[in-house]
């Protein structure tokens, strides 16, 4: 996990990434030739528009699974139109989700309200146990990663400003980051609908 670790952070950190060289348009065109592909290629998004160009493609193209660990279902990403459509379209076919949250302040959203009717959806809120192995194994200032079908990948390491690091098929990265989410996740709290009115 460590040579995993240090290659992202350096990806991530490079002062120049395909999303600040493409206009938007030609961005998405860039990542959809990468899916055709197949491409093991790996890539860099930063800002909200970008990332939400991958995200919305990661749903699309995601059949099984979606392991996603993330500060919550932040609005000002989950609530942009063509995102909360994968994501619910996504749910609706039939891909099983397990989230895993930082914190709960955004379980009144409406990704949350809808996520939470539907039984392959598992929500849970990650300890501060948890937390911290995040932080031993991916570096401090907390990343967001998400792992879909063994092989997809994106691993956000500035939060704030959506910069992220990402595959469509990288099973090695998948299976580092889905070993990670696994640990935490086996030690973290379940939310159920049931608990919404007491949170």
Not at 112 to 118: G, I, M, N, R, V
Not at 155 to 171: D, H, I, Q, T, W
Request: hydrophobic share 35%; glycine share 4%.
């Amino acid at each position: 996990m460590s040579s995993f670790s240090n290659k992202s952070s350096n990806f991530a950190y490079q002062k120049k990434s395909h999303s600040a060289m493409l206009n938007i348009k030609s961005y998405k065109s860039y990542l959809e030739r990468l899916i055709s592909e197949n491409s093991s290629n790996i890539f860099l998004n930063g800002g909200v528009e970008y990332a939400s160009v991958f995200i919305t493609l990661l749903l699309s193209n995601t059949k099984q699974y979606v392991n996603m660990f993330c500060e919550g279902l932040n609005p000002e990403m989950m609530e942009r139109p063509d995102v909360l459509d994968a994501f619910k379209k996504a749910i609706e076919r039939g891909v099983n989700f397990r989230i895993l949250m930082e914190k709960k302040d955004y379980i009144t959203c409406t990704p949350f309200s809808f996520a939470k009717e539907h039984k392959n959806v598992e929500i849970r809120c990650a300890r501060k146990e948890g937390l911290q192995k995040i932080d031993e194994l991916l570096g401090p200032g907390r990343c967001n990663f998400s792992v879909c079908d063994n092989r997809m990948v994106r691993l956000e390491v500035n939060p704030s400003e959506y910069k992220a690091v990402g595959s469509f098929n990288k099973p090695d990265w998948a299976e580092a980051l889905n070993k990670l989410f696994d640990e935490v996740y086996s030690g973290s709290e379940l939310l159920s609908i049931y608990e919404q009115s007491y949170i």
